[in-house]
Nanobody
């Protein structure tokens, strides 16, 4: 069992920045492959970014490349999502998740533990 707690969401103007954090417990964090997803009202959950267990490999959806950075601190059992140059279309609830064995990092079905989510609102 893995527990995930996100934090760092809030209200920001377009062009601003936020850093989301996701603290994990219950498993050896350095063995976990992690991802960030987001879901806006009335829309499906969307992949944002993923990172390998050691942090050496990262993946992003095209719409956030060059603006968002996923990273992790295995000593702190935490994964981060640094979001810069935010746009109103980035407004969503953001979730961190633990990827299971097998499956493609892009799909929510590949993840078997989820946090409760943190709201990010970008005003124009």
């Amino acid at each position: 069992q893995v527990q995930l707690v996100e934090s760092g969401g809030g209200l920001v103007q377009a062009g601003g920045s936020l850093r989301l954090s996701c603290a994990a417990s219950g498993r050896t964090f350095s063995n976990l492959r992690m991802g960030w997803f987001r879901q806006a009202p009335g829309k499906e959950r969307e992949f944002v970014a993923a990172i390998s267990s050691g942090g050496g490999n990262t993946y992003y959806v095209d719409s956030v490349k060059g603006r968002f950075t996923i990273s992790r601190d295995n000593a702190k059992n935490t994964v981060y999502l640094q979001m810069n140059s935010l746009k109103p279309e980035d407004t969503s609830v953001y979730y961190c998740a633990v990827r299971g064995y097998g499956g493609n990092y892009y799909y929510p079905s590949a993840y078997n533990y989820w946090g409760q989510g943190t709201q990010v609102t970008v005003s124009s």
